[in-house]
T-cell receptor, first 110, second 115 residues
Framework: GENVEQHPSTLSVQEGDSAVIKCTYS??????FPWYKQELGKGPQLIID?????GEKKDQRIAVTLNKTAKHFSLHITETQPEDSAVYFC?????????FGTGTSLTVIP | EAGVAQSPRYKIIEKRQSVAFWCNPI?????LYWYQQILGQGPKLLIQ????????DSQLPKDRFSAERLKGVDSTLKIQPAKLEDSAVYLC?????????????FGEGSRLTVL
């Protein structure tokens, strides 16, 4: 089955700096890669996604890149703000199922 | 638009007892998922429904877990008897379409503690 690995598990950045979270996947048939943000006590919420026919997608301060050859994708957050502090999960979709990474706890220090 | 509703938010039980969780998805969403999220891990799929039929329950421990989605709307997830390792947050999610690659909308989860 699909295996999604996510790094780092924790990340601390100063407010205004950039944050990068990286994920790798194993199944070359995976075709959809969403990123979810989970705040304490809440369910995950989609923040950005990318499909396998696209290499990069940007939405304001958030961007995602996909390298299908290397089977890895990354989340980039620029100009981080304290409200970006949360746990971020990457996921891949294959075989009618989503597979989630283990999460990255991001702390933005004011 | 109302989100995915789950109850109860918290439940504490002794091992070998039973527990049931309820989920009401977003109106009109065809696909409903139950995920188990153990502390420090990502969500793991337990069961996926499309309307009122099961699409995938390969990771559901069927000797103790059961789930149903009556009339293709609400769903319940039951654990009987519970084990210590079932302590987790149980997340319900729904999505609009049936293709499987649409956005998942998650509820706030039901946190289960088994003592």
């Amino acid at each position: 089955g699909e295996n999604v690995e996510q790094h780092p598990s924790t990340l601390s950045v100063q407010e205004g700096d950039s944050a990068v979270i990286k994920c790798t996947y194993s199944d070359s048939a995976s075709n959809y890669f969403p990123w979810y943000k989970q705040e304490l006590g809440k369910g995950p919420q989609l923040i950005i996604d990318i499909r396998s026919n696209v290499g990069e997608k940007k939405d304001q301060r958030i961007a995602v890149t996909l390298n299908k050859t290397a089977k890895h994708f990354s989340l980039h957050i620029t100009e981080t703000q304290p409200e970006d502090s949360a746990v971020y999960f990457c996921a891949s979709h294959t075989g009618n199922q989503f597979y989630f990474g283990t999460g990255t706890s991001l702390t933005v220090i004011p | 638009e109302a989100g995915v509703a789950q109850s109860p938010r918290y439940k504490i039980i002794e091992k070998r007892q039973s527990v049931a969780f309820w989920c009401n998805p977003i109106s009109g969403h065809a696909t409903l998922y139950w995920y188990q999220q153990i502390l420090g891990q990502g969500p793991k799929l337990l069961i996926q429904f499309q309307n009122n039929g099961v699409v995938d329950d390969s990771q559901l421990p069927k000797d103790r877990f059961s789930a149903e989605r009556l009339k293709g709307v609400d769903s319940t997830l039951k654990i009987q008897p519970a084990k210590l390792e079932d302590s987790a947050v149980y997340l319900c999610a729904s999505s609009l379409g049936v293709s499987g690659t649409g956005e998942l909308f998650f509820g706030e989860g039901s946190r289960l503690t088994v003592l």
